[in-house]
């Protein structure tokens, strides 16, 4: 495996891009949980997104189906894929989004160790120790008006949603450990898409979620920007940046995420504003500083 490039400034750009549609997706999810319902919404992006991945991939001339010895890893990560969000959504359901957040962005952490121990280059220095601290810190302040004393339950959620972040990091580790060139972005992306919805929709199904409870224009729209923008769009582009450049680095970005999320949720949908935001982003974008910088 070759030694992962460094970031420069354009594809910094890219996924901090991916990191604001990443946050306003956060504000798609809860308008399309109005109209449909979790597990089956989760199964539905992936569906749809993987069938626009097909097609896409059919028009270009590039073939996802083959027996070439990748099928075994791509179920690894598809696997991986499909119970982070079966985590996220149980844990949802015991503990506050705010707790959510805290516990499932610990994910840089585990693709940080994940790398150092597994992937060749990408050692965990003082310097990125450090700045991932400092940027997890940044996190925690900008949350921490809703973070209160735990109730048993609350436990069992933040303890679901630490390990959907510990599945997210698993994820992004097994995808940067392949180094097999016939596993391009397009083909990683479609093993995750195509087994977490079935996965996803399998499970929608036993637990007897009802599918589309309201499906209104606006949640229908929710829908499809998750699925087109989110899951087709920034998923490839982020599969794309991971070939190319160190995984612990990519995912500190992704603190960003959670901020951009209560700035999108404050402009769309009215939700207070904490006053901790301009600090809690100095100490994000100091901490991705150091987790990055050269040297």
Request: with cysteine; glycine share 12%.
């Amino acid at each position: 495996m070759s030694r992962p490039g460094r970031l420069g400034g354009v594809p910094a750009a890219i996924l901090l891009l991916c990191c604001v549609v990443w946050g306003l997706n956060q504000v798609a999810i809860k308008i399309s949980l109005a109209g449909v319902s979790p597990l089956f919404g989760a199964g539905l992006r992936s569906l749809v997104a993987g069938t626009l991945l097909w097609l896409w991939c059919r028009l270009r001339g590039e073939r996802l189906f083959a027996r070439d010895g990748t099928g075994r890893h791509g179920l690894l990560i598809g696997l991986l894929f499909t119970t982070e969000f079966v985590c996220i959504y149980a844990g949802l359901g015991f503990t506050t989004a705010s707790r959510s957040v805290i516990f499932l962005y610990s994910a840089p952490f585990f693709v940080a160790l994940g790398a150092h121990l597994f992937i060749p280059g990408e050692r965990l220095t003082v310097s990125k120790s450090t700045g991932l601290v400092v940027a997890f810190a940044g996190l925690c302040l900008a949350f921490a008006d809703g973070l209160a004393l735990p109730s048993r339950w609350a436990l069992l959620g933040d303890a679901l949603e630490l390990a959907g972040g510990f599945f997210w990091g698993a994820t992004t580790v097994a995808v940067k450990m392949q180094s097999d060139a016939r596993l391009t972005p397009r083909r990683t992306l479609f093993y995750q898409l195509a087994i977490s919805a079935v996965g996803l929709i399998g499970l929608a199904v036993a637990r007897g979620e009802p599918g589309f409870t309201h499906p209104t224009p606006l949640a229908v729209a929710a829908l499809a920007y998750q699925a087109v923008i989110v899951a087709f769009v920034s998923y490839l582009i982020w599969f794309w940046l991971l070939q190319r450049y160190a995984a612990s680095g990519l995912a500190s970005f992704a603190f960003w995420t959670p901020l951009f999320g209560v700035l999108s949720g404050w402009l769309i949908l009215g939700d207070p504003l904490s006053g901790n935001l301009g600090a809690a982003a100095a100490l994000v974008a100091g901490g991705i500083y150091l987790v990055n910088r050269r040297g």
